[in-house]
């Protein structure tokens, strides 16, 4: 199980990675930077545990997608 500061120290090592995950949908490097941040914070602070780096590496990337999918849907009125 990772601890807080290794989630912490992995997301950050990760940073370019998973805002670029973002930016891919968003096409905006601020708004892939606030989702990035979103997603560190729910990383920190939900009841979701993290057996290895692989597994925090994947759910982060996953979040970063859906949370920039949810954003852009809603920036152009799509219908969710």
């Known amino acids: ?9 992995n997301l950050m090592k ?11 949908v ?5 708004a892939a930077e606030d989702i ?5 914070l729910k990383a920190m602070t939900r009841d979701v545990s993290f057996e290895n ?4 590496m994947s759910w982060t990337f996953i979040t970063a997608r859906r ?9 152009c009125g799509l219908p969710e």
Do not use: C, Y
């Open 26 to 30: 968003m096409r905006d490097a601020h």
């Open 14 to 24: 990760g940073r370019t990675r998973l805002s670029g995950a973002a930016w891919v």
């Open 53 to 56: 780096e692989a597994a925090l």
């Open 36 to 40: 990035f941040q979103n997603v560190a």
């Open 67 to 75: 949370e920039g999918l949810n954003k852009f849907e809603k920036e």
């Open 1 to 9: 199980m990772l601890s807080e500061p290794n989630i912490l120290q």
